[in-house]
């Protein structure tokens, strides 16, 4: 069943399909995932194997194997492919997604195993969206957990330019829409590719803001996220605040399976250019 909400700009869907992994979901830890998903499209985009398997219409059935191995209850995708590639990923995994249109070419989705309430696309405070801001995407929605607890759960990817002034403009105007759910301790998530590392005025504004970057907290070693081959830099994350934020077990980023280039095989490909960056809570 589709539904959608033209005042939001997103669309939502209900899969019937049964979950690849059966269990009291209230008993179990949540986990989540942020990944930049390249379009779906295999990276790097030169290699003949990944340009065959996007060719044959395998990269949904790849994307879905590889995700479900790590049991998640909620996906975020930034740079999302078409919609019927959504689709697809979403029926394989039993899940349910909403998705956030981008303001240039880079649409967001993200993807939960529980219900989403409601969803918001570029949720500013008052106005509209500046014509060059929040070009790839932002997007809030809720999502209903086990025992009825509601989750915020805020959908970002970032300006990628090497200079962080559009950045530093797409940051406050996020933060005061969120400032009402911060100020009342409400769980939220912030999860995406927000292109800036934990060294520089962006991130410092997140953590003024009270966000808990979940890898410092919990991670070990240096977090890099890009690119699959050789990784060298941290711009995925999985930020948390209020209560979920004190129960964070582990986060770190998948190097590893299909997520990663084998450098060793010259005819090798991830599924993207980014790693996916996992997150377990109590």
């Known amino acids: 069943m589709l539904q959608f909400s033209s005042a939001a700009g997103v669309m939502l869907a209900t899969s019937g399909v049964s979950r690849l992994f059966a269990a009291d979901s209230a008993k179990q830890p949540l986990r989540v995932i942020a990944y930049n998903v390249y379009e779906c499209t295999g990276w790097p985009k030169d290699r003949e194997l990944g340009k065959k398997a996007t060719a ?65 696309n570029v949720p500013l405070v008052k106005g509209e969206r500046p014509s060059d801001l929040f070009t790839r995407h932002w997007g809030q929605a809720t999502v209903k957990l086990p025992g009825g607890e509601s989750l915020v759960v805020h959908s970002a990817h970032l300006h990628p330019s090497p200079e962080p002034d559009t950045r530093l403009r797409e940051i406050p105007l996020m933060i005061e829409s969120m400032q009402n759910d911060l100020n009342a301790g409400r769980s939220m998530l912030l999860m995406g590719d927000l292109n800036h590392t934990p060294d520089v005025e962006e991130y410092k504004l997140w953590i003024d803001a009270g966000w ?54 010259s005819q090798a490909f991830a599924l993207s250019d980014h790693l996916p960056q996992l997150a377990v809570f109590e």
């Open 212 to 265: 808990v970057d979940t890898f410092t907290k919990v991670g070990e070693g240096d977090g890099l996220t890009i690119k699959a081959d050789t990784p060298d830099r941290r711009i995925d994350y999985v930020m948390a605040a209020g209560p979920i934020a004190e129960r964070v077990q582990e986060s770190r980023p998948l190097f590893e399976g299909a997520f990663r280039v084998n450098n060793a095989d």
């Open 56 to 120: 044959l219409g395998q990269m949904p059935d790849r994307f879905a194997h590889e995700l479900a191995l790590y049991q998640p209850d909620i996906i975020n995708f930034s740079e999302s492919p078409k919609e019927e590639v959504v689709q697809e990923i979403a029926k394989r995994l039993g899940m349910n997604y909403v998705r956030f249109p981008s303001g240039g070419n880079w649409p967001g989705t993200l993807l939960s195993k529980y219900e989403i309430v409601d969803a918001k």
